[in-house]
């Protein structure tokens, strides 16, 4: 089993930052890729950005390429996302995600496990 444990949303005026942090414990030798979702009320959850297992540059969505950074320390099992310049459009919960591999298997079998989520809400 792997859980993951997101910290450091709050509220924030349009245009300030916040960074949000996913620590992973317990089977953290399976955790493959991992990345961060959104979603709004009354909206689907939609992938922010991930980093994949293989390595390679994050995918960001559009909407929030050049302000986000996402980052991972594997050493530290961490997952962060620094949020700059953020918009009342970014106010949702962020969730962490990680494909966790299968016990014996490789990353391509693997299990989705998801953070409790944290809440971000920018005001203008």
């Known amino acids: 089993q792997v859980q993951l444990v997101e910290s450091g949303g709050g509220s924030v005026q349009a245009g300030g930052s916040l960074t949000l942090s996913c620590a992973a414990s317990?089977?953290?030798?399976?955790?493959?890729?991992m990345g961060w979702f959104r979603q709004a009320p009354g909206k689907e959850r939609e992938v922010v950005a991930f980093?994949?297992?293989?390595?390679?540059?994050?995918y960001y969505v559009d909407s929030v390429k050049g302000r986000f950074t996402a980052s991972r320390d594997t050493a530290k099992n961490t997952l962060h996302l620094q949020m700059n310049s953020l918009q009342p459009e970014d106010t949702a919960t962020y969730y962490c995600?990680?494909?966790?591999?299968?016990?014996?298997?490789?990353?391509?079998?693997?299990?989705?496990?998801w953070g409790q989520g944290t809440q971000v809400t920018v005001s203008s």
């Open positions: 995600k990680a494909h966790v591999r299968d016990v014996g298997r490789g990353c391509a079998v693997n299990t989705d496990y």
């Open positions: 980093i994949h297992s293989g390595g390679g540059s994050p």
């Open positions: 317990g089977d953290t030798y399976r955790v493959c890729s």
